[in-house]
């Protein structure tokens, strides 16, 4: 499995890198760097090369690597903007995707929303984020930026004596003009995932 991922990252590597160097710079954003493109991708350091895909100077060669690599192929120069923001079920063509969505992007997280309620200010300093001071909704909201122009606006409930804790993550309405659909629903997945990893580090 993992010489397949390997495979399809290194097809949208070399679309990314046919864009140019300086445009792909441009449009990751990026910084230049002798070896490749330096950014912050799912939390940690990436570098990019023609070649290969590295987080935290460790080669990317699973999931998170195909999806690296294609959003540097994908994603356009344009800025992003947060606002307005959209469901994942209001995005057009989400209905396939709408219950492994939930299930492995929202739900996924509930457990942990005590302990991400404690750590959210690492949270939001790892994945270049800020609080949400315009929630208007949740106990707790903040953004993360797993991929530098894809923005997760996380809403979290608190559980109490009457209601059980929930999750909401929202995107910006702008998003698939930067990543297709179906991997924008990976990378809200991933992005959970790498969050409950680092809480299960903090309560280690």
């Known amino acids: 499995m993992g010489s397949q991922y390997i495979a399809i990252r290194n097809e949208y590597l070399a679309r990314a890198w046919a864009r140019g160097p300086e445009v792909l710079a441009a449009c990751l954003p990026a910084e230049p760097r002798p070896e490749g493109l330096l950014f912050r991708a799912f939390g940690e350091d990436c570098l990019l090369t023609p070649k290969d895909v590295f987080l935290a100077s460790r080669p990317a060669e699973g999931p998170e690597g195909v999806l690296i ?50 750590s959210q200010d690492h949270l939001i300093r790892r994945f270049s984020g800020h609080p949400n001071e315009d929630a208007a909704a949740g106990d707790f909201s903040f953004t993360l930026r797993p991929l530098p122009k894809i923005p ?32 924008l629903a990976d990378v809200a997945e991933y992005t959970a995932q790498k969050i409950i990893g680092l809480m299960q580090q903090a309560g280690a």
């Open 69 to 118: 690599a294609l959003y540097a192929g994908a994603v356009t120069d344009q800025e992003v903007d947060l606002y307005p923001l959209r469901a994942f079920k209001e995005l057009p063509g989400s209905m396939p995707y709408q219950a492994a969505f939930a299930a492995n992007a929202e739900a996924v997280l509930v457990p942990w929303v005590e302990r991400i309620f404690a």
């Open 152 to 183: 997760l606006y996380y809403v979290f409930h608190l559980p109490d004596e009457e209601f059980p804790a929930a999750v909401t993550c929202l995107f910006a309405a702008a998003s698939t003009d930067f990543m297709p659909l179906d991997a």
